[in-house]
Structures are given as structure tokens and as C-alpha cells.
């Protein structure tokens, strides 16, 4: 079977895994390799959980500490953030400010996202009880090798461009682990 059959084979298999299973995911097959994003980019609202309490997680630390990256990828996430905010300004957004808190955050979870690609954490929680304090939009990817690539595929889905141009976010940060099979995931978080 050709090389091209097997990955269609494949793309239409994962879609019917995820219908299934309740969820659709979008693969951007115009682009090398494994490279997808989530059909959806998650948001919350300003609020505090309904139950009063505020989330940070307490293993955020040595869990952020566990981010595989090298030059090249750290490169790459800075670079990512200077084209969003090329984006927003292109836009007549004000850019956003880099944000450590989120930074940690967002390298928790690329971790989570190479585990479980998914808004939701792999201990079943909302992805944004990392730090529930800062953490009010996210975007994934997987696969993409460049800053350009990355940005691309957000901006071409409805629900990450609404992220980027957020005109209530004002920071955020992008993290890129490298998984064991050398595949970056990506994720970007913001926040006010």
C-alpha cells in the first residue's frame, strides 16, 4: 500500500475514532508529518470556578521542569509569540506581554498535551486548573516543526484565530515539548 493510501487510510480512521468517541478532531493534511490542531481552542469565562476555590496545580513545578526542548524549539516558541502579536497588531490589537506565570504554565501543559492531546488534562481536570488564576484561553498543535507553521494552522481555525485576537487577553506564553518520537507539541496559553 502506498505511502499516501495508508495516511489517508489513517486520517479517516482517527476521524471515525473521534466521531465516535464524541469529538472531532481536525488534521491540516496539507502539512508534513503528524501535524494537527484541535477543532477547538478552549476559553473560559473571567470567572473564579463556580466552587469558590482557585486552582494551581502543586506539581506545576517539577511538571514544567519535565519540558524537552532544545534551541531550535525555544527559538521557535519566541518566535511564535512575535508573529501573534504581528498578527494582532496587522489587526489593530495591542500586543500581548509575555507572561512567566503562563510560561510554566504553558510548558505543563505541552507535557499534558504529548500525553494527552486534548483540552483536558490527562488526570481528567479542565486544562486550566495548571494555574486558574492566569490561565483563560488555550491554543494546541502537534507536529508543526516552525513558528510559521504553527501560527498558520491557528489562524486558519475559527476557534484559536478568536484566541489570538482576543482583544481582552494582554499576555500569555507559548511552550514546545519534544516528545520521545521528536513530534513538538505546542501550547499557548493566555491571559489578562
Known amino acids: 500500500m502506498s505511502k499516501a493510501k495508508i495516511t489517508k487510510l489513517s486520517i479517516c480512521l482517527a476521524l471515525v475514532l473521534a466521531l465516535v468517541g464524541g469529538g472531532i478532531v481536525y488534521y491540516n493534511v496539507a502539512m508534513k508529518g503528524d501535524a494537527a490542531v484541535t477543532n477547538e481552542a478552549a476559553a473560559r469565562d473571567e470567572s473564579v470556578p463556580d466552587d469558590g476555590v482557585v486552582y494551581i496545580e502543586p506539581e506545576m513545578v517539577s511538571l514544567a521542569g519535565a519540558l524537552s526542548g532544545n534551541a531550535d524549539s525555544q527559538a521557535a516558541a519566541k518566535a511564535a509569540f512575535d508573529l501573534v502579536n504581528a498578527k494582532r497588531q496587522e489587526a489593530g490589537l495591542g500586543a500581548l ?28 481536570t479542565d486544562w486550566w486548573t495548571v494555574n ?32 489570538i485576537m482576543d482583544t481582552e487577553f494582554t499576555s500569555g506564553a507559548i511552550a514546545i515539548h519534544i516528545g520521545s518520537n521528536g513530534q513538538w507539541f505546542w501550547a499557548q496559553e493566555f491571559g489578562f
Open 132 to 163: 486558574s488564576n492566569l490561565m483563560y484561553g488555550e491554543n494546541l498543535a502537534k507536529g508543526y516543526a516552525t513558528a510559521d507553521e504553527a501560527v498558520t494552522a491557528w489562524m486558519n481555525s475559527p476557534t484559536h484565530k478568536a484566541n
Open 97 to 124: 506581554t509575555w507572561n512567566s506565570g503562563l510560561e510554566q504554565a504553558s510548558a505543563v501543559r505541552a507535557v499534558e498535551a504529548s500525553q494527552s492531546f486534548s483540552h483536558t488534562r490527562p488526570d481528567g
